[in-house]
């Protein structure tokens, strides 16, 4: 793979019937599409790359070819022409305690990602819920920038993962606003629906705001976001009218604009700009402790 193209140059293509099998130059293409789309608009999720890659018309909008898509896009990371940090995935982690080779590596460490809490001399408290993991690392750097919790619910959230979101609503004390990115399919908007009941009853004698930041069905036209058939088995879509659209279907950039914009409207720059400097003092502070303790 040794050419360059924009997606303006991507040729569209009739996707290969079920009955045909790609041949080599086809599976080229699709690689070549694959490592464009990317280069373009990263770190992704698979299921973003395939969007992508079926918007530009190189496969058909079935699991099947999705399939095809998850297993070229393993192939080009592990053949090296696809960087590892391009492809998201929010689902899997791993825990475990940090910890130090020395006192002085601690407090260094320490000083180096302190942070003094952003949103103690604001007037109201942020959430941005998302319903899949697989975004998460997509647009945790836009929240963590700000110092706002992203909540991963999985679909429909637990009870317990409410009431203890609640919890903190109540502790913090201030009108709340919760952000949320989400499907639009049926179980989707449900779910969202199912966290706005749940968390006004944990939390009744605070003002909780609530608004979807994607997808919404003026992004669907918008942005010619692409669809995908409503499942049939689910119960809900005899209430639900359109084709589904997945919040992955949505450009990286896009993604972390809309969380950015929701976020910083909420903020008295003011404020922020005054938690900055207090941070700044503080860190360097941390980093003459470390200093005097190696010396």
Not at 11 to 18: C, D, F, I, N
Not at 49 to 72: D, I, L
Request: glycine share 4%.
């Amino acid at each position: 793979m040794t050419t360059t193209m924009s997606m303006d140059d991507v040729v569209r293509h009739k996707p290969l019937t079920t009955r045909n099998r790609r041949t080599a130059a086809a599976y080229s293409e699709l690689d070549d599409v694959i490592v464009e789309v990317c280069r373009n608009d990263n770190p992704l999720s698979v299921r973003g790359v395939f969007y992508r890659v079926m918007s530009a018309g190189v496969v058909a909008k079935t699991e099947k070819e999705y399939g095809v898509v998850q297993r070229r896009v393993l192939k080009l990371r592990r053949d090296g022409a696809l960087p590892y940090e391009w492809i998201a995935d929010g689902t899997r982690w791993h825990v475990k305690s940090r910890s130090w080779d020395s006192v002085e590596q601690a407090l260094h460490d320490t000083a180096i990602s302190y942070r003094r809490a952003l949103w103690a001399n604001q007037d109201t408290y942020v959430e941005v819920w998302s319903e899949k993991e697989a975004i998460s690392s997509i647009v945790s750097p836009v929240t963590d920038s700000y110092d706002v919790p992203l909540m991963i619910a999985r679909g429909f959230a637990s009870e317990t993962f409410l009431y203890s979101t609640a919890s903190t609503i109540r502790a913090v004390g201030k009108p709340t606003v919760v952000y949320q990115l989400g499907d639009h399919d049926p179980s989707g908007v449900a779910a969202w629906k199912h966290v706005q009941v749940k968390l006004r009853e944990f939390a009744p004698d605070v003002k909780i705001s609530f608004e979807r930041i994607a997808v919404t069905e003026e992004q669907i036209s918008s942005m010619g976001l692409p669809t995908r058939p409503t499942k049939a088995t689910d119960s809900r879509a005899k209430t639900f009218s359109g084709e589904s659209v997945e919040v992955d279907a949505i450009p990286t950039r896009i993604l972390r604009d809309l969380v950015d914009e929701a976020i910083t409207r909420h903020i008295d720059p003011v404020a922020l700009e005054a938690t900055r400097v207090f941070e700044r003092e503080e860190r360097q502070g941390l980093l003459a402790m470390a200093r005097g303790w190696s010396s």
